[in-house]
């Protein structure tokens, strides 16, 4: 008895798709998802024709229809017949049909159904945010790369960021939040592939770099860990061609002050997530740094950024970017500007620190 003969085993297909083996089956107990043929009476053997179903399953589920309405499409196409070859492949075509008509919804109503939101706290959101959710708390790490580059493709990398990828990371923090040790896996694993889609989003670090423009300096302040917002930042700032360099969580001040008078960057970018890690004095005394021969010093525009900033004591005219979008905006504006500036004064491309 042979796999290739009777089909492939539950854990098997669930490797292959990326889920959790008992996703498969509460799909196939629930919606009727499940092996045309079962070996001895027993054990689930599934064949190419079912597993064809699945990826149609997971497809519209992570595209953020609610699994019920995602099982109807999948089973929507004619039954294999198990004689014939060709039925496999052709099945899944009367489900793609059925997909469109959910997409240009863009802000559906929440869903309430039992599985549809999986208890996420998201509001009145985008489809796809119920998709990606969905996915990540059932750790489904296929479907979650999936919604992630699909909505990167097709909404560009700053909406993708600021009405899908940014609301379900706070929806999942929020649950983590109530809900004591549960969901702490889920919050990694979405931001592990929110990270690595960043970085694909962005592409090689050297690709169409403007030359003659001096860098954006990204860090977190001392004690903060996050860093998603400022790698989202990086890929916008790579898009645009502006140099950038990236330090991280938890930059220590000495650490950005040398940075800083190395780089002679056009802009430092201070991310604080929480009101407990914004550092006020820093934010002035980087933005006091100078570099330069005398009589021609130059110093950095500071922006802090992040829900920390909200509300703290900060020096006049201090740039404080509503968002990625803002952000973006803001530093080019500052870099053409640097990059004339260093035209007219002969500004060195590393900080002279005489």
């Known amino acids: 008895m ?23 089956r509460t799909w196939d107990r629930r919606y009727g998802i499940g092996p045309a043929a079962r070996e001895d009476g027993r054990h689930r053997r599934w064949t190419p024709g079912d597993i064809a179903v699945l990826h149609e399953m997971c497809r519209l589920t992570s595209s953020g229809i609610p699994p019920a309405e995602a099982a109807r ?5 004619p039954a294999p017949a198990q004689a014939a070859p060709p039925a496999p492949a052709a099945r899944p075509a009367p489900a793609v049909a059925a997909a469109p008509p959910a997409d240009p919804e863009p802000l559906p109503r929440p869903a309430r159904r039992p599985g549809s939101g ?12 119920r998709g990606l959710g969905r ?12 919604v992630l580059g699909s909505v990167i493709a097709q909404y560009g990398l700053v909406t ?23 969901y702490v896996e889920v919050e990694h694993l979405l931001s592990w592939h929110v990270s690595s889609a960043l970085r694909r989003a962005a592409g090689p670090p050297a690709s169409g770099v403007r030359t003659g423009v001096p860098p954006v300096l990204l860090a977190c302040v001392p004690g903060e860990q996050h860093t998603l917002a400022l790698e989202a930042l990086a890929a916008g700032l790579t898009g645009l061609g502006l140099p950038t360099l990236m330090f991280g969580a938890a930059v220590p001040p000495e650490a950005l002050d040398q940075a800083v008078r190395r780089t ?29 021969v005398k009589g021609a010093r130059a110093r950095p525009a500071v922006l802090p950024a992040g829900p920390g900033w909200a509300g703290q004591p900060l020096a006049p005219g201090t740039l404080r970017p509503r968002g990625l979008r803002d952000a973006l905006t803001l530093l080019r504006a500052l870099c053409d500007t640097a990059a004339g500036a260093g035209a007219d004064t002969g500004r060195p491309a590393a900080a002279d620190q005489s």
């Open 135 to 146: 996915a990540a708390v059932r750790l489904d790490a296929w479907a979650v790369d999936e």
């Open 2 to 24: 042979t796999q290739s003969a009777h089909g492939l085993t539950t854990g098997a297909v669930a490797r292959r798709l990326g889920v959790a083996p008992t996703t498969l």
């Open 160 to 182: 993708a960021w600021e009405e899908v990828m940014a609301p379900t990371l706070h929806a999942v923090g929020r649950k983590w939040e109530t809900s004591g040790d549960r």
């Open 73 to 77: 499409a999948a089973l929507a196409g």
């Open 118 to 129: 999986n208890g996420l706290p998201l509001g009145a959101v985008r489809q796809e945010c």
């Open 264 to 292: 002679g960057p056009a802009a430092v970018v201070l991310w604080s997530q929480a009101r407990s890690t914004a550092n006020p004095p820093l934010a002035r005394h980087i933005a006091e740094v100078a570099w330069g």
